[in-house]
C-alpha cells in the first residue's frame, strides 16, 4: 500500500508560479523505481495527463505545459515535485500524483485575478 500526500496549491494571479510537492509513503516500495505523474482535473473535464518522470530521470509533458512546467524527483525524500510558472487561467484544476495507479488527494491551483 502506497500513501501519495500532494500539497502546495493555491490561488495565483496569471503569470504567476507555484511548485507542487507529493510525498511517497508505505511499506515495501521502493520509490525510486518507479515512474511518476501528475495528472490534473479541470472543472467539468477529466483527468489528463501533465507530466511523467522516470526511475531514470526521463521526463515528457503534455504539450499545453510545455516549456513552463518542470517534473522533478528527490529519490532520497520520496518526493515529487511539479514546478509551475506562467501560470494561465486554463491550468486551474485539481492536481493529482500518481505511483503505480496509486492517487493522492489531490490539490487545487487556481489561476485567477
Known amino acids: 500500500q502506497v500513501q501519495l500526500v500532494e500539497s502546495g496549491g493555491g490561488l495565483v494571479q496569471p503569470g504567476g508560479s507555484l511548485r507542487l510537492s507529493c510525498a511517497a509513503s508505505?511499506?515495501?516500495?521502493?520509490?525510486?523505481?518507479?515512474?511518476m505523474g501528475w495528472y490534473r482535473q479541470a472543472p467539468g473535464k477529466q483527468r489528463e495527463l501533465v507530466a511523467t518522470?522516470?526511475?531514470?530521470?526521463?521526463?515528457n509533458y503534455a504539450d499545453s505545459v510545455k516549456g513552463r512546467f518542470t517534473i522533478s524527483r528527490d529519490n532520497a525524500k520520496s518526493t515529487v515535485y511539479l514546478q509551475m510558472n506562467s501560470l494561465k487561467p486554463e491550468d486551474t484544476a485539481v492536481y493529482y500524483c500518481?505511483?503505480?495507479?496509486?492517487w493522492g488527494q489531490g490539490t487545487l491551483v487556481t489561476v485567477s485575478s
Open positions: 500518481n505511483l503505480n495507479g496509486f
Open positions: 518522470i522516470t526511475s531514470g530521470g526521463s521526463t
Open positions: 508505505g511499506r515495501g516500495f521502493i520509490f525510486r523505481l518507479y515512474v
